[in-house]
């Protein structure tokens, strides 16, 4: 197992970004910052840039002015991929053929492996951490499209976490998913804040379930409009316990 | 090679049945594993696009003056560079720049071949396949091409199936999408080439995908879809060829029915197991 990250190491940085589709502001002058062992959640109305600027951060785009850095390098020149763990906003996986819960999060050890070599016998074990750390160990044989919402949704997160990531970046992994993968998305996050100092950037507006472990959070609205403790937010009227349809309304309010 | 190998029964006792098992078993080996792959990836019809390009090299080759199978393989490779650059670049979608390459192709191998004077019975043994006439030196191509296939696909599988599973995670998680991409239309363009003898290049198509919708309906994994398409495939060759001898039908359309009724089949079972399973799981 790796060293965890000294806390003060900045995972990711955007500093000045702004961001447009052709003349249409999408992000402007946003600053973004998380470092190892943050839980940071990045909320906002709909249609606020989240996903523009998660796909801004990871390199996916690039931004029309500002500065990106993952792990203190432009994204582009950024090659050490395995640092971070990526869970897509998706509700299922639309597959063709079947593959197993155990195929899939298996994926996530190429980027750390290497992708055309053979895995080994800790890849394998890492693999089974990963499922059980997310609840799937009993399910690791069964295919994925066979499984519930939340149950898929946990093995994209087994899959980010089977990479041993220094980074997670989650975008909305748990709309729609029933309490009990909730829980289970809450502990295996904060194991990996807590025994891995690891860094974990969500975006997601139902917040409820770790509201009360997260150290900042980040309201966007095209720009920043508010980035501290969610004491802080709170003070200001939102509730991150609030019903999750309710929340990017509670935000259109905020100035 | 010494033809015939005498342990071989009716109806693969003669050496030309011999010569066409040989080849048409790496070419059931090789096609339903390639297939498993471009099924996933949601591109079942790229084989057929890729066949008719095939179909041009062959009237390039015919114009030209050069074997066949080779100027098919580099104008079907260089096809299947251009379908994925497409495809990649989001210029069109992958079923437009299916039908461009598909129609294009056609067309030119009609052009071609017409100018290459080439309308006659040999190429229908392109079109329609003809294994029972393969000789010595086209099974050394089906085999070394077919060898390389299956070397590349053992070797790339596990990348492969992260990207054609889910291609913008694996671009986020620093997989090589791209050059992963182009190798996989390359290893269809040569999948292609190397079955165009036995099941001919209309029927290509059926033999990389008409497996694999049996094995996915008998496999819970994705190594198990693999291994059922593998072996569905070969029994279809070798069935189809057995067929075609006892009964005198054309092999190549023989063997695609053979892997078509296995699905038939499969499909069957598995829904008339389904009620059984169900009720089983609820305890009745």
Known sequence: MREPLARTHTLIEAKGVSFGYGRQPVLEDVDLEVRAGEFVALVGPNGSGKSTLLRVLLGSLDPSSGTVRLFGEPPSRFADRARIGYVPQRPVLDSEVPATVEEIVTTGRLARRGWWRPLHRDDHEQVGHALDSVGLGDLASQPLNELSGGQQQRAFIARAFAGEPDLLVLDEPIAGVDAESQRRFRDSITHLIEEHGAGVLLVSHELSAVASDLDRVVVLKRRVVFDGPPAELAASGVSLGVHPEDLPLWLEELR | MPWPIDALPYPFELGFMQRALVASVVVGVFAPMIGTFVVQKKMSLIGDGIGHLAFAGVGAGLVAGVSPIWAALVVAIAGALG??????????????????????????????????????????????????????????????????????????????????????????????????????????????????????????????????????????????????????????????????????????????????????????????????????????
């Open chain 2, 83 to 284: 379908i994925e650059w497409l495809r990649s670049r989001r210029t069109a979608s992958g079923d437009l720049a299916l039908a461009l390459f598909f129609y294009s192709g056609i067309a030119a191998g009609v052009v071609l071949v017409s100018l290459g004077g080439g309308f006659d019975a040999s190429l229908l043994t392109y079109l329609f396949g003809q294994p029972l006439t393969v000789n010595d030196q086209e099974i050394a191509i089906i085999v070394g091409l077919g060898g390389a296939i299956v070397a590349a696909m053992l070797v790339l599988r596990r990348g492969l199936f992260a990207v054609v599973t889910d291609e913008d995670w694996s671009r986020v998680a620093g997989l090589p999408v791209g050059l992963l991409n182009t190798v996989l239309a390359v290893i269809v363009a040569a999948s292609v080439v190397a079955a165009m003898r036995i099941v001919g290049l209309l029927l290509v198509a059926a033999m990389m995908v008409l497996p694999v919708a049996s094995g996915q309906l008998l496999a819970r994994s994705f190594r198990g879809t693999l291994w059922w398409s593998v072996a569905i495939g070969v029994a279809s060759v070798v069935a189809g060829l057995a067929a075609s001898r006892i009964w005198g039908l054309a092999p190549g359309g023989t063997i695609v029915l053979i892997s078509g009724a296995i699905f038939v089949v499969v499909a069957l079972i598995r829904r008339a197991r389904i009620p059984k399973l169900q009720a089983e799981g609820a305890g009745l």
